[in-house]
């Protein structure tokens, strides 16, 4: 494997409005070779929310990423389909009480769970969701795989942890937008991905966000005959701007481009902040993960013919912070970060883009 990747200084960029600050993160290609012989290839990015991820607990944040990409990175070592490891990477980001999916999810008005998550298949493009799905209990938790003596107690103190959490984001008017979600590519190119959320704290009991709708949460689309590129995306924030600006899918279309970084940054601006479906809105608050990939030859002085998979793997936000962990199969742990915008960026009207570039290189055979 040929990892690509580096973060270089912050430029700020003139855009179409004069209340949108566009922070671009220019990325460095730095090789750092591993051969590792016997094992498959593939690639995972995760995220655990954009909205505001405190020090104080960054450390949680960024153990929960690392550990969905390991699941992920397992099932794809083990030869699974890319739907199958997006998923294990999502039931991790869901088991963690840190994040706003799953076991974690805010409560409603009713001091009750509804999730939203949705999957889609880059291959076979089914796409499937639920939405405001309620009625998870102990007998939930005991049948996969908790300890007995914590299921006894998990509910209880779920609760108590929630409304702690929620009545502080409320009182600090700085509430988290942490829905989590993950795109991957496997050893044959298929992509997919896959997004979970409890949605807004003290919601309207069914509210629906963007994590259930086609198009708005997560998108997965193998390369074909319009698209040149294989592309994955999952997206965070509120569920509303995400809905009505159709995200997922935009961005999706954009990365058909040849600069991804570029048309990741002009989607943002355009069709999210820019948005005429957003024009009343005082700030538009989301975030996406980007995946895209494509077959390319082996480096020109090689002799060889090795397939190659070139993996571009983008994140941006608007919100103040985003949290993100990636692995391929052939590395030996996850990196994790949490992107934040810069000192006088205003969330909501400012965009940041970071990113790197993987070259996965099919192992030799033992």
Not at 236 to 243: N, Q, T, Y
């Amino acid at each position: 494997m040929i990892m690509e990747k580096g973060i270089s200084s912050v430029e700020v960029l003139p855009s179409k409005s004069s209340q949108v600050t566009a922070v671009k993160v220019v990325v460095k290609e730095t090789e750092a070779k591993q051969t590792q012989r016997g094992k498959r290839v593939g690639f995972v990015l995760v995220h655990a929310g954009a909205g505001y991820h405190s020090e104080s607990k960054a450390k949680e944040y960024k153990h929960v990423c690392k550990r969905a990409c390991q699941k992920a990175i397992e099932k794809l070592q083990a030869g699974a389909l890319a739907t199958d490891a997006v998923t294990a990477a999502l039931i991790e980001l869901e088991d963690s009480p840190f994040t706003n999916a799953g076991l974690g999810s805010n409560l409603n008005l009713l001091g009750e769970i509804e999730c939203d998550a949705s999957i889609m298949d880059g291959k076979s493009l089914n796409f499937g969701a639920v939405g405001a799905l309620s009625g998870f209990s102990l007998a939930a938790f005991k049948r996969n795989k908790r300890k007995l003596e914590l299921a006894e107690k998990v509910e209880t103190d779920l609760i108590q942890l929630k409304k702690r959490r929620q009545s502080n984001e409320k009182e600090n008017d700085s509430g988290t937008l942490d829905t989590v979600g993950a795109v991957v590519v496997d050893q044959e190119g298929n992509v997919a991905a896959a997004v979970s959320s409890g949605g807004l704290a003290l919601k309207h009991p069914g509210r629906v966000g963007q994590a259930a709708l086609y198009g708005c949460g997560c998108w997965a689309e193998n390369t074909g005959a319009h698209t040149p590129y294989s592309t994955a995306v999952s997206t965070s924030g509120c569920g509303e701007h995400l809905v009505r600006t159709i995200l997922a899918r935009e961005c999706s279309c954009a990365l058909q481009t040849e600069d991804a970084h570029q048309a990741l940054l002009e989607t943002m601006q355009n069709k999210f902040i820019g948005s005429p479906f957003l024009a009343n809105e005082d700030g538009v608050l989301g975030g996406v993960i980007v995946l895209r990939s494509c077959r390319c030859s082996a480096e020109p002085e090689s002799s060889q013919e090795k397939p190659t998979l070139l993996v571009e793997f983008l994140w941006s936000h608007t919100t103040e912070s985003m949290c993100v962990g990636y692995m391929s199969a052939q590395d030996g742990k996850a990196k994790t970060h949490i992107s934040r915008l810069p000192p006088g960026a205003v969330a909501g009207q400012s965009v940041a883009i970071e990113g790197g570039v993987c070259r996965l290189e099919s192992p030799e055979s033992s």
